[in-house]
């Protein structure tokens, strides 16, 4: 008698049965020169078990990086790939899309045609494709690294600097304790830099030595950019290193960090940028896709080390995809621990504008209180409380400019910032709470606001709202107020300050702050002295 066939789709529906089944989901990555998917079980205690890895060439960075544009070779390319793709997510029972996620990396996200792009995608395959910025990289990097950091003493307590050279860019994260202390991203990567130097016409010892010197010239300019005080670990990531770790290190299962000695990377990336890309794929196995990028990245990774005077250095499995998967255990949600990485990053930029700190906590904190006790009224998300508390933070950045115009310079420095965890889109609508945090109310003119779309139009307003009555709160700048409660009494909104008998300033400053409010909530605001 037969074996019933055991299909992808026939296990996936077994495990449906069961109310405690996990949830199948998947995320897809689309690179400079590959497509990588992920498969994997949710499980109901947050455990996530892959249960498939993929991965196909594809031609995007080439012309993306050449001429800021997609060809449509690539673009049909990548478009098969990810039709392929689906099918195998249908043989495992993936078929909604709210439990597929597919971002774009810096290949796609620079690229002029990218909408073209993404609605070619979208006709070929039904997925939407998400060009995520380098503020969303480094987040999803951090929540895919970070365990392994704090798995292993030598990294959780000392500074842990953490690379990784792509093809089209290179992300940084310095971290300790679980702490960022610095990100940034760098426009330049393997494939690009590659590119730049093709154009030449530099072969063989003559090549090698112009790239081994504009390899080093990046590594010692983001070196100079840590200005790194105290020993540190190196911990880099990417497909480049993977490679050279399984080929230096027996047995590697990619779960923990593996320790690398110096000396034996820099071995095999002398080796490798001796031979040809051919020769690369025939004797060490690698693909050719792994072969275009390999002497870059690798001879990057060797001279970091060298740099700091490293012994050795640590190579993590994790991966872009790692992250992806643990920010759809998390529901899309901030963990509070992620929140308060970003709260410590706007801390830290408000101290480089010398910001009144204990006036900005103040105001951040009566805001969040505000936010908390009118939840059914603004009915914005928990992520638009860290936006507002941030915005309230770096209110007065533009003090540091001129007293004149200060929200409007408030504005310009925040938007211009980098804020660790927040995208380019947050640290707009952070920088635009700022600049409303008084004077003029927001109108279709100004520069930024009339480019959201009507959500964020409101959220921005909402939130302006609720930053303008606690800066009034806080008019005294003594944080003496630090409670409120709020009540629907009749047409007003009623703020009492339990523990303050006297509230004569605060109310004289809710006059001029509170109209924003009544604008955008309809009702206007009373302050009441506690008792």
């Known amino acids: 008698m037969n074996s019933p066939t055991i299909t992808p789709s026939t296990i996936h529906a077994e495990l449906s049965s069961s109310s405690t089944s996990p949830r199948t989901v998947a995320v897809i990555d689309i690179g400079a020169i590959s497509i990588r998917m992920a498969i994997a079980e949710i499980h109901a205690d947050g455990q996530i078990r892959t249960l498939e890895s993929l991965i196909q060439p594809v031609d995007l960075g080439r012309d993306a990086f050449e001429s800021r544009r997609l060809g449509r070779k ?7 790939v990810l ?14 899309t709210k439990d597929i996620r597919v971002v774009a990396t810096s290949a796609v996200r620079e690229a002029v045609n990218r909408i073209a792009f993404i609605d070619r995608v979208y006709v070929a395959t039904g997925l939407d494709v998400e060009p995520i910025d380098e503020a969303e990289v480094n987040r ?47 426009r330049l990567g393997s494939l690009r830099l590659i590119q730049e130097l093709d154009a030449s016409g530099l072969r063989g010892a003559k090549f090698r030595h112009l790239l081994e010197t504009h390899v080093r010239r990046f590594v010692i ?14 911990v880099v990531m990417g497909g480049d290193i993977r490679f050279a770790a399984h080929q230096l290190i ?58 700091f005077e490293l012994s050795h250095l640590f190579v993590s499995g994790a991966n872009l995809r790692d992250g992806l998967l643990a920010d759809i255990e998390q529901g899309g949600n901030w963990t509070s621990e992620f929140r308060q990485q970003i709260i410590r990053s706007a801390m830290s930029l408000g101290q480089q504008y010398d910001v009144d700190l204990a006036h900005a906590r103040s105001v951040a904190e009566l805001a969040r209180g505000l936010f908390e006790q ?6 914005l998300d928990a992520r638009h409380e860290v936006l507002l508390y941030v915005a309230a933070l770096l209110h007065e950045v533009g003090l540091y400019v001129n007293l004149h115009s200060n929200h409007k310079h408030a504005y310009y420095l925040i938007r211009n910032s980098e804020l660790f965890g927040l995208s380019r889109q947050e640290l707009q609508l952070v920088a635009l709470v700022a600049r409303y945090h008084r004077r003029a109310s927001p109108q279709a003119s100004h520069e930024g606001y009339s480019s959201l779309d009507r959500k964020d139009r409101v959220a921005v307003t909402k939130m302006a709202a609720l930053l ?47 109209s924003l409010f009544r604008d955008i909530f309809g009702v206007p605001v009373l302050l009441r002295a506690g008792e």
């Not at 392994?148 to 940084?172: H, N, P």
Request: proline letters at 2%; aromatic letters at 4%; glycine letters at 6%.
């Open 221 to 234: 300019r983001i070196a100079e950019e840590l200005k790194a005080d105290a020993p540190l670990q190196l």
């Open 83 to 96: 039709r392929r793709f689906r099918r195998v997510l249908n043989e495992y029972g993936v078929t909604d």
């Open 140 to 186: 999803i990097t951090y929540m895919g690294i970070t365990p392994m950091l704090m798995a292993r003493a030598e990294t959780a307590e000392s500074k842990s600097v953490v690379i990784e050279v792509g093809s089209g860019s290179t992300e940084l994260l310095m971290i300790r304790g679980g702490n960022v202390l610095h990100s940034d991203s760098f």
């Open 250 to 307: 027996d047995d590697w299962d990619e779960q923990t960090l593996a320790k690398l000695p110096t000396n034996k990377l820099e071995k095999l990336s002398s080796q490798i940028l001796s031979m040809s890309e051919d020769a690369i794929v025939d004797q060490m196995g690698a693909t050719f896709v792994e072969a275009e990028t390999l002497s870059v990245s690798l001879l990057a990774y060797t001279l970091f080390a060298k740099h």
């Open 468 to 514: 303008r009555i606690a800066i009034a709160l806080d008019d005294t700048r003594s944080g003496r107020i630090r409670e409120v409660v709020c009540t629907r009494e009749e047409k007003q909104m009623v703020i009492a300050v339990p523990g303050v008998e006297d509230v004569s300033l605060e109310q004289l400053a809710l006059r001029v702050n509170s």
């Open 374 to 379: 009118l939840t059914a009224d603004h009915q």
């Open 74 to 80: 690539g673009i049909e390319r990548a478009a098969t």
